[in-house]
C-alpha cells in the first residue's frame, strides 16, 4: 500500500463521524436537553457512524441525554 493511502480512507469516516456527534448535540440543544460532560465525551469520542445515527434517531424524544445511549 502507498504511504498515506490509509490515512485518507479514514479521513470520511472519522469526518462523518464527528459530523454525526454534533448533529446529535445540536438535536438535544436545540430541544433544551441539559449535556452531561460525560455524556458529551461519549458522544464526540464515538467514532462508529451507525451508533451516532442510532443516537440521533433518539436524540429526537430521549428525555434526558443519558436516554440516548438507552435501548428502551
Known sequence: MAPGIEGRAE???EGE???AAEDV???LAERG???TEAARERITGCADP???RHWLRRAVTAPTAEDVFSDQ
Open 17 to 19: 463521524a464527528r459530523r
Open 25 to 27: 448535540l445540536a438535536v
Open 33 to 35: 436537553v441539559a449535556v
Open 11 to 13: 479521513g470520511p469516516a
Open 50 to 52: 451507525e451508533i451516532l
